[in-house]
């Protein structure tokens, strides 16, 4: 389902929020509370949950809420790409909001994301995510995704300003940009957003960053979630870039070639000296580095952690990029 079939063109609302869940019942409850907050009218708005398949009482819940409140739920069995097309495909809003339901948001954001759609010439817009969890180990966690040596220069998690950029979270578009350049690729389960806004900018669409938009995103609070989490987006990597050489920067590169080379670097330095040499240079800028965002402005025992941290997630990334690379899917 990644073309515009069947998309209509009559809107009866401004905005549909399109929301995929999937074993949400940690954070529902959460997510819901700042989407009735929301300052934007509630009348010129729709509700749609598309659910894919929970085995948790996600379900239980929303339909709770729906017997209260005009929302919607819809459910399949497929990945989020498909739960979005399900969403926008049943939609009326002249405008399509994407929330996830392990992020909560403030009262406004609704409200200033259809300002901008409003007020510029933009196909998508989007704004900052503070990447936040709970315990000593989920704060540590949050702050290595939220690091320029962590993520490197993706501006929406450093806290970018304003201005255009090649992907956001959590977009809210222009009803007609999937009428122009399709849907979100189904075949695309960690990379649905970097696809959808590489084809938005290749056909001449913006996609902007607003500094101030902001969400709070929830991100894994355990060792085990994290590395599960590098790995499966780093397995999508080559993956997507046989679907659209376009949809990921140099950035997403960087932990395969690290991995690669503490792999290579020690058999080549086994046979030639300046292999040997040339790696021992990487791992003490790589540690030097780690050491200066890990301590820098933060307390010593998540410093401690995040010395640990940052090789595990880096290393996670490169090891599911590489999996990737010759075949094998871990999502």
């Not at 989020?80 to 954001?109: C, F, K």
């Not at 020690?266 to 791992?283: D, N």
């Amino acid at each position: 389902m990644n073309g515009n079939a069947c998309m209509t063109d009559e809107y009866t609302k401004r905005v549909s929020v399109i929301v995929p869940v999937l074993n949400e019942e940690r954070y529902i409850v959460m997510f819901w509370e700042s989407l009735i907050s929301q300052t934007f009218p509630h009348e010129e708005m729709e509700w749609i949950f598309v659910d894919g398949g929970s085995s948790d009482k996600t379900r239980d819940i929303i339909e709770d809420y729906a017997a209260r409140y005009p929302i919607r739920l819809i459910r399949t069995a497929k990945g989020t790409p498909h739960q979005l097309n399900e969403g926008i495909m049943s939609s009326n809003g002249e405008y399509i909001v994407r929330m996830d339901a392990h992020v909560t948001y403030p009262e406004d954001y609704i409200e200033k994301c259809v300002g901008y759609l409003d007020n510029l010439d933009i196909d998508n817009v989007g704004g900052r995510v503070n990447t936040v969890a709970e315990g000593l180990i989920g704060h540590a966690i949050a702050e290595v995704l939220s690091s320029r040596f962590g993520v490197g220069g993706s501006q929406f998690r450093i806290g970018g300003g304003s201005g255009y950029v090649d992907t956001v979270p959590f977009g809210a578009f222009r009803r007609e940009v999937f009428r122009k350049v399709g849907l979100f690729n189904e075949e695309l389960i960690r990379s649905e957003d970097n696809d959808l806004n590489a084809r938005i900018r290749a056909a001449g669409g913006k996609v902007y960053l607003a500094d101030d938009i902001w969400s709070d995103y929830h991100c894994r609070d355990t060792v085990q979630g994290m590395i599960r989490y590098g790995m499966q987006n780093g397995n999508a990597l080559f993956h997507t870039i046989k679907m659209n050489p376009k949809a990921m920067s140099v950035r997403h590169f960087i932990p395969f070639l690290f991995v690669l080379s503490l792999i290579f670097l020690p058999l080549m330095g086994s046979r030639f000296v300046f292999f040997k040499y040339l790696f021992l240079a990487e791992i003490s800028i790589y540690l030097l580095l780690d050491i200066v965002f890990s301590f820098a402005a933060t307390e010593f025992l998540s410093g401690f952690l995040k010395l640990f941290l940052f090789p595990v997630f880096h290393i996670s990334y490169g090891i599911g990029s590489l999996s990737g690379l010759i075949g094998i899917k871990l999502y």
